[in-house]
């Protein structure tokens, strides 16, 4: 039931029955992220896909999922956050169905870029609830359990996935998301109150369209320099101007804040606060680096070490498990706790330091990584990897949380949408730039070796596009001295994209003890709009439930 100001009013068992049917609808999200990686392998072949198109089945989705985030953000705040979650979660069902029976790449992608939109809600409008139904002491569990939800869908999504495509054709991956969209459906509509700013303003067309098209403009261009290089036009003349609208964006939302004529899309005030701006940076550090990982890795378990998809995913389960315990402990250091002799309740660690030690360990984990060849045994890619998700689980739901605790009830569904929206960014280019760095070092080794002349020149540059085409290729010519060059070139290349990660990860940690606050439940002073003001720009907080 919803208060007169337009905010549930929930107590003790219900608000936590309706944080599961939350969590439900992320692990939607979740498990078709790390479905797809698992089978982009089988769908590469099957579709004739290039390394490009690869890409593109991750960044269609991710690029729409970015561009969408804001104005849903905005329009979840408007019309109600349970009416748009639902909306998103059909539209996903639908989308997911539509996936499976997709006939080549390009539909593929197109489709994709829907279930995108279909997304866009889902993510936002989840971590939108946690503000408003849990107090600063309750937030850091209810944000493990959406974490936890959300992680849940990395083992899942390949382990099923891998029992799927070793059984059925690479649609039904796809399909899994359907029963899974319909369940949270249900489970939001009966147990999710209505949500909604009470007071809202004149809905920021123009602004939506500015982000919105300057996002499509800076993943497009860094996806196509992948392709034709940084100095093709088509690379830097969408990256220039999608750059151009985003700064354009910046001094149009500030003129409408100062006009007051219309409700900004972006609050910016909510920079004013450090714990916003760099939980959410390092939100973002965190995104980039982690499905950079997710695209890489099942290449080399299934070009490299010869696994087949249900492997692949078992082999991905160490980061999982790392990832969980990770969180878990995160938390606890983080829930406030009365001392002995009384008092105000304090965390074991503060912010800053569960943020810097994740970032730590992410970089420890990663540059083991960097050491990862094609006759590495199955127990050192385990070992690094389980540091990786420890790391993650610490890093992540930290910043997170930092970035909530400045959020008030009525601009929650925007300042979520605004933390998705850069952590999607930079999952998108994350994907894209490692994606580069792949493709580019892989084909130049290729190219340098002596066995890369026993390719006929028909398939020479088709070997060069993605380790799958080259892989093939050389299994087709039964040689084992070509397999072995373009296994050689892959582990080589994803090693160097390895080391750019443990360096993003080393800035992480630096960045987190520079600039994040430290210890504290959360700031105490509420920043409410951009027309608001706070004296210490460290002390803004969250009103409590």
């Known amino acids: 039931m919803a208060t007169a100001n337009g905010h549930p009013n929930l107590t003790g068992t219900r608000k936590w029955l309706v944080l599961i049917a939350l969590a439900l609808s992320v692990l939607v999200v979740g498990i078709d992220l790390t479905v797809l990686n698992v089978a982009l392998p089988v769908i590469g072949p099957d579709l004739h896909a290039s390394t490009t198109d690869l890409q593109w089945f991750a960044d269609s989705y991710s690029l729409v999922l970015a561009a969408a985030l804001l104005p849903v953000g905005v329009l979840g705040d408007r019309i109600g956050r349970k009416t748009m979650l639902i909306v998103g979660l059909l539209l996903f069902c639908v989308t997911s169905a539509a996936c499976a029976y997709a006939p080549d790449a390009g539909t593929l992608i197109a489709v ?21 139904l849990f107090t600063p002491e309750e937030r850091p569990r209810a944000i493990a359990v959406m974490m936890t939800a959300t992680m849940l ?30 369940l949270a459906v249900l489970a939001v509509a009966l147990l999710m ?27 497009y261009g860094v996806v196509e320099a992948g392709a034709d290089g940084w100095s093709s036009a088509s690379s830097w003349a969408p990256l220039a101007a999608g750059v151009a609208l985003l700064i354009a964006f910046v001094f149009y939302e500030r003129g409408v804040a100062a006009a007051g004529r219309t409700e900004p899309l972006v609050d910016f ?73 009384g008092g105000e309740p304090r965390a074991l ?42 790391g993650i689980g610490f890093a992540l739901p930290a910043a997170t949380n930092s970035a909530l605790s400045a959020l008030t009830k009525e601009r929650s569904g925007v300042g979520s949408a605004v933390i998705m929206t850069l952590r999607q960014v930079g999952a998108t280019i994350g994907v894209a730039l490692l994606g580069t760095i792949l493709g580019s070092v892989y084909r130049s080794r290729l190219g340098a070796t002596s066995a890369a002349a026993s390719f006929p020149g028909t398939t020479r540059a088709e070997a060069g596009q993605s380790v799958t085409a080259g892989a093939a290729i050389a299994q087709r010519a039964g040689d084992t001295g070509l397999l072995a060059a373009v296994r050689d070139a892959f582990t080589h290349a994803m090693d160097d994209t390895l080391l750019v990660c443990t360096a993003i990860a080393v800035l992480g940690a630096v960045l987190a003890v520079l600039f994040l606050p430290g210890r504290g439940v959360a700031p105490s002073t509420p920043i409410t709009s951009s027309r608001a003001h706070a004296d210490d720009p460290e002390e803004e907080s969250v009103a409590t439930s």
């Open 153 to 182: 869908g990395f083992p899942l999504g390949p382990v099923l996935g891998g029992w799927l495509l070793n059984h059925f054709w690479w649609g039904s991956v796809f399909l899994i998301n359907v029963p899974v969209a319909l």
């Open 349 to 390: 660690a503060g912010f800053r330091s569960v943020v810097a030690v994740g970032f730590a360990i992410i970089a420890i984990g990663l540059g083991i990584g960097t050491r990862t060849g094609d006759s590495t045994g199955e127990g050192y890619a385990a070992f690094w990897f389980v540091l990786l998700g420890f």
């Open 112 to 132: 994709r870029a829907v279930l995108g939109l279909g997304a866009a809600p889902i993510m936002p409008l989840a971590m939108a609830m946690l503000p408003v």
């Open 269 to 341: 005030a909510l920079f004013r606060s450090r714990h916003f701006t760099w939980g959410t940076i390092l939100a973002t550090f965190v995104s980039f680096t982690m499905f950079g990982i997710m695209f890489t890795m099942p290449l080399y378990f299934q070009e490299v070490s010869g696994s087949d998809s249900l492997l692949t995913g078992i082999k991905m389960l160490p980061m999982i498990g790392g990832l969980t315990v990770g969180g878990g402990l995160a938390a606890r250091l983080q829930e406030p706790r009365a001392p002995r002799g």
């Open 193 to 219: 109150p209505q949500s909604a700013n009470p007071h809202p303003g004149r809905f920021d067309v123009f602004g939506a369209v500015l982000t919105s098209v300057g996002l499509v403009g800076v993943t």
